[in-house]
């Protein structure tokens, strides 16, 4: 019987290595190179790779894998700094299947179900090989859920989230924001809504547009030299920043490989000053930059886990890449040393008045109380519990922005879904981690690089 043509390109897209011909290429061969560069020698010598380990294989045949599936889900590869040639198979096979999208999405189920089971039927005298395997199956396994959601199956949003992110949500009553609510309305009195009244204050303190890249230049040069004082970066980082706009987040960093990032910043809204390190911190040191960096360097080059040359947005190191991002900034900036820097650095740089720092530093400390209820009302959007306009509705209570702002978070909700719980759950698991210990910055260097989900760091804090 012939098999049909889609599943020749993908049996010639995952082939395996005992399917190829017999390899003259060992990873032994030129140890000085790193994974990805013998890989790339070898096919440029026309000349088929033999991994060490059937792990690695399997950790080469789901990098194939995700970014066959990301030809059809454009957000689930977040950064990728692997062999090129993988990537533009995948958009090749993609192309060639693209007259068969339902047999394609069965061929990918298919694969992934493949997947879990080889991993599943892995045995190992090494606990860190062990470890490693379990890891890729949370991450395989985390790519089975999100297939779902993209093959149109109903997946609840606990379900998402714990099957992608490895944590159980806790609900939230909502009622338990009311009193944090009704001391913003003292902090800020006036006329309009809480709301209203926040946005206005805030966007008082908006930098000006000819002020911007000055203004975000000097935030991220101090992060970095605070990140620097504690950890050894790679000689050759850097990162490109650019301001974009019609984006349904405020900042992303798309990491480029070989220690590079291309940092962006939407300047949709007004981007208010105490964004500039929040941003700062958040999408470069010590955060999103500095993690890469370090995935990079560590887990690729250093131990040759060619997994980790593909980061999956949807996958369960969700919440210690936004967690270790917004932690990043109170590691960075202990105490009052931020609203400080703002005050005495940031606001006369931006020609703004000083003497506003403290409300603003006090109003943050108050929405920040707020951050997990937006959780819930993404929970009971996405589970169709709310239609869009009272989703928009209570956003905007929780959120406390203007109307378009939080239409601006709702889109956000509507393209990364459950995402949502990353920033303020995993942050909650990153501190809890980090403050665990007598060296912050030594534990939090460790969640950038062991590589930890969720799951490990609360067990780890629960055996203390």
């Not at 937006?374 to 203007?402: F, I, P, W």
């Amino acid at each position: 019987m012939r098999a049909p043509a889609i599943a020749l390109a993908m049996m010639g897209l995952m082939a395996c290595s005992q399917d190829a011909p017999e390899p003259s290429h060992t990873e032994s061969d030129a140890p000085a190179m790193t994974i990805v560069e013998r890989i790339e020698a070898a096919e440029a010598a026309g000349e088929s790779f033999e991994f060490a380990s059937q792990l690695d294989q399997i950790a080469a045949e789901y990098v194939r894998l995700a970014l066959l599936f990301g030809t059809i889900d454009p957000n689930y590869v977040d950064a990728y700094h692997g062999p090129a040639s993988w990537r533009q198979a995948a958009v090749a096979a993609s192309t060639e299947l693209e007259d068969a999208p339902q047999e394609r999405l069965f061929v990918i189920g298919a694969e992934i179900d493949r997947l879990i089971q080889a991993i599943d039927d892995l045995e190992f005298d090494d606990d860190a090989e062990a470890f490693r395997a379990v890891q890729l199956l949370k991450t395989v396994r985390a790519l089975a859920v999100r297939f779902n959601v993209v093959a149109g199956k109903p997946v609840s949003f606990d379900e998402e989230v714990a099957g992608i992110y490895d944590v159980a949500p806790p609900s939230y009553d909502l009622s338990q924001y009311d009193t944090v609510l009704a001391e913003i309305d003292a902090l800020l009195p006036g006329e309009g809504s809480t709301a209203e009244r926040v946005d206005a204050f805030r966007n008082s303190l908006a930098i000006p547009s000819d002020k911007l890249q000055a203004v975000f230049d000097r935030a991220i040069a101090e992060c970095r030299a605070r990140t620097a004082a504690h950890f050894a970066l790679p000689e050759a980082e850097h990162f490109r920043m650019e301001f974009v706009n019609d984006k349904p987040w405020s900042g992303y960093n798309y990491y480029q490989g070989g220690f590079e990032s291309l940092i962006q910043i939407n300047t949709d809204f007004p981007i208010i000053i105490d964004r500039a390190v929040d941003l700062g911190c958040h999408e470069g040191y010590p955060g999103h930059h500095v993690w890469n960096l370090f995935i990079e360097e560590e887990l690729v080059n250093t131990r040759g886990w060619i997994e980790y040359t593909l980061n999956p947005l949807f996958g369960p190191f969700g919440p210690m890449a936004e967690g270790s991002g917004n932690y990043g900034i109170k590691l960075a900036f202990p105490g009052d040393e931020k609203i400080n820097f703002e005050r005495e650095v940031l606001f006369p740089m931006a020609g703004l008045d000083p003497a506003l720092a403290d409300k603003l530093d006090a109003l943050n400390a108050l929405t920040g109380k707020l951050s997990h209820a937006t959780n819930e009302v993404s929970r009971r959007y996405l589970d169709g519990e709310l239609g869009r306009e009272d989703a928009a509705v209570m956003m905007q209570k929780y959120y406390l922005a203007s109307a378009e702002k939080s239409a601006q978070r709702l889109r956000f909700v509507d393209a990364y879904r459950a995402y949502v719980i990353n920033y303020n759950i995993g942050q909650d698991i990153v501190r809890a981690y980090v403050e665990a210990g007598d060296d912050p910055w030594a534990r939090f260097r460790r969640i950038l690089t062991a590589p930890l989900t969720a799951s490990d760091i609360q067990e780890d804090v629960a055996a203390r």
